[in-house]
């Protein structure tokens, strides 16, 4: 078999894998029992039987009583009705699910709900696939680590358990990570109008994900940016730039522009967004309160307890020995992340000319410097970042320490987390390694259904 044959088997072998953990989530674990899952499912309805995109209104919240729903764990018989507080998203992801809810008609409510959640499953198989061909991009010699970082995407318990869900995280994840792959193939090839086109196109559809897919307008102006920086005829390049960036817009604007003129229309001007509209209907939402330094602590540990494994509706953690072998691994994995990005830098640091970074001391291993693969690097650190702030500015006001909320930067994550190990291996090592990192991460998936998810559901029976 031959190196290209065995890297694609490996490929197929993660997303089997991906889509068999994600099949046993979306069919063991009760309906309604992943985190606004009848609120996405009631946006669906609506579509489905209004024939017209929810609105947001007084009474779609109720605190109250969606706190009794899950401490009971929605109970067979109880009504999920009035739980529409996910009315305000962008309908995308609600209207490619709109045909398997028709489809669905005279099927039992469960059976709707698992064909709607394996909706979400096949779309996180794609983002799995794009988090592959980005890392093949950043990293062209480097299989082993696309590999990598494919299976931390696909592997990672928590981020399963939502792909399994009715929910648009994944959804706006795969057109974050399609914007990504264009750009990046844009820092290596000649700069093409068609690159314009599509990023723009992608930008507009992840507009209509969800809101998080915004962070593609700082990316395609960051990403143009980097194109020029590289170019052979940089002054040509940088004049270029601003039409480049307006031609994206324009086709962002014609793909997306029509849902934000009918929030207008609905919510009023200052609210394109329907964040007021929002804020007036989700009153008695936990609020976060002042920041003293051991709250920060609590909502840090919180948000990475929750990225992992905090399943439910947060309400099925890991024991703290599960979590203090996690988050050993995670800090090695981050040193070396930190180290990668260190040997990408320092030639910077210390007024190294572009091109000419001193490299690692591994054998086999390229030098490091500000050319493609280190403005590729960049462009995943800003995503990151962007994300990283989004989630920290929700959490001022409200109490939503969900680690699911930097999923959207999956596929940077993933990426980041497999040049981390590679950089603490020796290059002939690093296949066993990220190899045994997934079969590892795979059991952990297994453990967490069947250990964790499924014992506290063994007393609330599925509808």
Not at 112 to 117: D, F, K, P, S, Y
Not at 246 to 256: D, E, G, P, Q, T
Not at 315 to 335: F, K, N, Q
Not at 421 to 444: F, K, N, P, T, W
Request: hydrophobic share 55%; with cysteine.
């Amino acid at each position: 078999m031959t190196s290209r044959a065995r890297v694609r088997a490996a490929l197929g072998l993660i997303v089997a894998g991906y889509l068999v953990l994600a099949f046993l989530y979306a069919t063991r674990v009760p309906i309604w029992n992943a985190p606004d899952e009848p609120a996405h499912y009631n946006f669906i309805r609506a579509i489905a039987l209004d024939h017209r995109l929810p609105v947001l209104t007084s009474g779609d919240y109720n605190q109250d009583e969606l706190a009794r729903l899950m401490h009971d764990h929605f109970a067979p018989g109880e009504s999920i009705d009035d739980l529409r507080y996910e009315s305000h998203q962008p309908p995308l992801y609600y209207l490619l699910a709109t045909p398997i809810f028709l489809a669905t008609d005279h099927a039992e409510l469960r059976t709707r709900v698992i064909a709607l959640r394996l909706l979400t499953t096949v779309i996180g198989a794609l983002a799995i696939l794009a988090t592959y061909r980005l890392a093949r991009l950043v990293f062209p010699e480097r299989s082993w680590l696309a590999l990598g970082a494919a299976a931390f995407a696909a592997f990672v318990p928590m981020h399963v358990f939502m792909d399994a869900a009715i929910d648009n995280d994944a959804l706006v994840e795969l057109m974050i990570a399609l914007v990504l792959i264009v750009l990046v193939d844009d820092l290596r090839k000649p700069r093409e109008p068609r690159n314009d086109l599509l990023v723009g196109a992608g930008a507009g559809l992840a507009a209509l994900a969800k809101l998080d897919g915004g962070v593609c307008a700082v990316l395609i102006v960051a990403g143009f940016a980097g194109s020029a920086f590289l170019s052979t005829d940089p002054s040509r390049a940088w004049r270029g730039a601003p039409l480049r960036i307006a031609r994206a817009a324009v086709v962002a604007a014609l793909i997306s522009g029509w849902w934000f003129v009918r929030n207008v229309l609905i919510y009023g001007w200052g609210d394109p967004f329907a964040l007021r509209r929002h804020a007036q209907v989700v009153v008695g939402q936990p609020l976060t309160g002042a920041l003293t330094g051991s709250r920060i602590r609590e909502l840090a540990l919180t948000a990475f307890h929750s990225f992992w494994g905090q399943f439910g509706w947060m309400g099925i953690p890991y024991s703290d020995r599960t979590y203090d072998v996690i988050a050993a691994l995670s800090a090695l994995v981050a040193l070396g992340v930190g180290l990668f990005l260190w040997r990408l830098a320092a030639p910077l640091l210390m007024g190294a000319p572009p091109g000419q970074g001193k490299g690692s001391s591994m054998p086999g291993r390229a030098a490091l410097s500000l050319d493609a693969e280190g403005v590729a690097v960049a462009l995943l650190l800003v995503e990151v970042l962007l994300v990283i702030v989004g989630v920290v500015f929700y959490n001022l006001r409200y109490l939503q320490p969900q680690g699911r909320y930097f999923f959207p930067a999956m596929p940077a994550l993933a990426i980041l987390s497999a040049a981390g190990i590679g950089e603490l291996i020796r290059d002939e090592h690093v296949g066993l390694v990220i190899s045994l990192a997934g079969i590892a991460l795979y059991g952990l998936c297994v453990f967490s259904l069947f250990q964790v998810i499924g014992p506290a559901f063994a007393a609330a029976p599925s509808p």
